[in-house]
């Protein structure tokens, strides 16, 4: 009722935004309740992620107790009817999540379709040329989630698995349909929960994307109970693996009161989900600007203002009650419109800056990477190599220190001990378009040495009078055709075998491809 399905190709426009005072942020984070401070969560927080999380009170904590906050990103495609995530007709996968690390995220959140765990199922539009995912050739579409995981661990990105549709064919009000049944959904759960059986970088499960409409919390009625559901599910889930984060969305409505599909948690206050395994529980809302929907709140006279109280009754009260953490795990604009700027200026705020309540804070994957979100756009443009750094800005308060890379344990491609050794890595140039005016293009650094990296520097020539127009995830500079870039504060580390990127626009075209050196300390 209030969302297209977000899944045709569309133009992704980058607006003129109004950023977000430093006086109006300072306001909202001390409206949302006292907080931990960066001291307590914020500094701490670089070497926290390691093994499976659990519960206390509205937090986050690793399997060492320290705090950690899911500031992340969903990439869909699994629950369509490519069977795979999408972009991988333009790029490696592994390019892509290594430029979710640079840009700062350090959660992946997978939305997939029951379809995925048929038998024999195969991905479509996939690209294996000049080398692009060539360990992906032949393979299933489990066993290419499997490689997904597998890369995301190895580069410090957690992911959490999103039952989104019990088939391609479409979006479901309740967790079943005639075609797939309770039955199907509860062992395809269980089958997941146990093929990442050991392995942390899978931290939970979301059981399913947005519940709404007849779906209910608390009515009693077992074919349309949500919540009643959802222990149900997730209880199985433990069974197989007890360490694993069991993420439970909203409905549409409660008590006459309706909203966001998935984001309405208010019986949460009279009908809590109860599970077999303690401190396993995180609630997960979801939330849309103008562009999904017109909601009434979009028309209040004193929106934005209104907002908080409007999130608070939803879904927020959760967590400022300590009653259990809050992710939030979907929310997205095009930023076309004036109404939306305001909107995710707002619920930025709202969300708490991570310098000023470290991870004492709510949860977050922003809907989407993908720029063929019909009604969102997404983070990457329609190039799906360049990124969209006006809707990338609006997130920087809210992101947070990523994880150590590896820490899934057995994960593909194991940088191991990074102690020792001589520091060295490897520069691999691509052009992602040449329009003849201008061009972007990528490089990929890998630490190619026996040791960590603490920073890299990366050289080239260009044959041509080429010139670098604008550059993210790195610094440069350039003498006549020579260009140095080196990385950005947030990259310079790299563990062994570990990868990070960065990219490029230039002038004029038709450049080639010139060869890059890497130098590493």
Not at 32 to 47: I, K, M, T
Not at 284 to 303: C, G, K, L, R
Not at 316 to 341: C, H, M, R
Request: glycine share 12%; with cysteine.
């Amino acid at each position: 009722m209030f969302r297209s399905l977000r899944r045709t190709l569309c133009a992704v426009v980058a607006a003129l935004v109004l950023p977000l005072g430093a006086g109006a942020q300072a306001a909202a984070d001390a409206g949302a309740g006292s907080g931990s401070g960066a001291a307590a969560g914020g500094l701490r927080a670089a070497d926290a992620g390691a093994g499976y999380w659990r519960t206390s009170g509205r937090q986050l904590l690793d399997s060492t107790g320290q705090s950690v906050r899911v500031a992340g990103i969903n990439w869909f495609g699994f629950e369509t009817a490519n069977h795979v995530v999408h972009g991988l007709w333009a790029r490696d996968y592994k390019s892509m999540i290594d430029q979710m690390r640079t840009l700062g995220y350090n959660t992946l959140r997978v939305p997939y379709s029951d379809d995925i765990l048929k038998p024999g199922m195969m991905p479509d539009s996939i690209n294996f040329s000049n080398g692009k995912n060539a360990d992906l050739q032949g393979l299933t579409s489990l066993q290419v989630l499997d490689k997904v995981v597998g890369y995301a661990g190895q580069v410090g990105l957690k992911v959490i698995l999103d039952r989104h549709r019990p088939d391609a064919a479409g979006q479901s009000a309740l967790w079943y349909t005639s075609a797939v049944p309770e039955s199907t959904w509860i062992a395809d759960l269980r089958a997941l929960a146990g093929r990442y059986a050991g392995n942390s970088t899978v931290v939970g499960i979301d059981l399913h994307n947005e519940p709404h409409d007849p779906a209910c919390w608390g009515c009693g009625d077992t074919t349309r109970d949500w919540r009643l559901a959802a222990e149900r599910a997730g209880n199985a889930v433990l069974s197989v693996n007890p360490q694993l984060l069991i993420f439970v969305e909203g409905v549409q409505s409660f008590n006459g009161v309706s909203g966001w599909w998935g984001g309405n948690l208010m019986g949460v206050a009279q009908y809590p989900v109860r599970l077999d395994v303690p401190n396993r529980l995180v609630y997960s809302a979801h939330d849309y600007a103008t562009s999904v929907a017109q909601q009434s709140w979009f028309n209040d006279p004193s929106f934005p203002a209104n907002m908080p109280g409007i999130w608070d009754r939803y879904w927020g009260y959760i967590f400022k009650q300590n009653i259990a953490p809050v992710w939030l795990g979907e929310f997205g604009t095009t930023l076309q419109s004036t109404i939306d700027q305001r909107w995710l200026s707002a619920l930025v705020a709202y969300l708490r800056s991570t310098s000023a309540h470290g991870n004492d804070s709510f949860h977050w994957t922003f809907w989407s990477w993908n720029p063929n979100s019909g009604d969102t756009g997404g983070i990457l443009k329609d190039d799906w190599t360049t990124v969209d750094t006006v809707k990338d800005g609006y997130l920087a308060s809210i992101k947070a220190p990523g994880f150590p890379p590896g820490t899934g344990g057995g994960d593909p491609g194991d940088p191991g001990d990074p102690g020792g050794g001589t520091p060295a890595c490897t520069a691999a140039y691509t052009i992602s378009s040449d329009w003849g005016s201008g061009f972007n293009a990528e490089v990929k650094v890998t630490n190619s040495g026996t040791t960590a990296l603490s920073s890299w520097k990366v050289t080239w020539t260009w044959p041509g009078a080429q010139r670098i127009t604008n550059i993210w995830n790195a610094t440069h500079t350039q003498t006549a055709a020579t260009v140095t870039a080196t990385n950005a504060p947030h990259n310079g580390s790299l563990a062994t075998g570990a990868s990070t990127s960065f990219g490029f626009g230039g002038a004029p075209g038709g450049g080639g491809v010139p060869v890059a050196s890497c130098t590493a300390a």
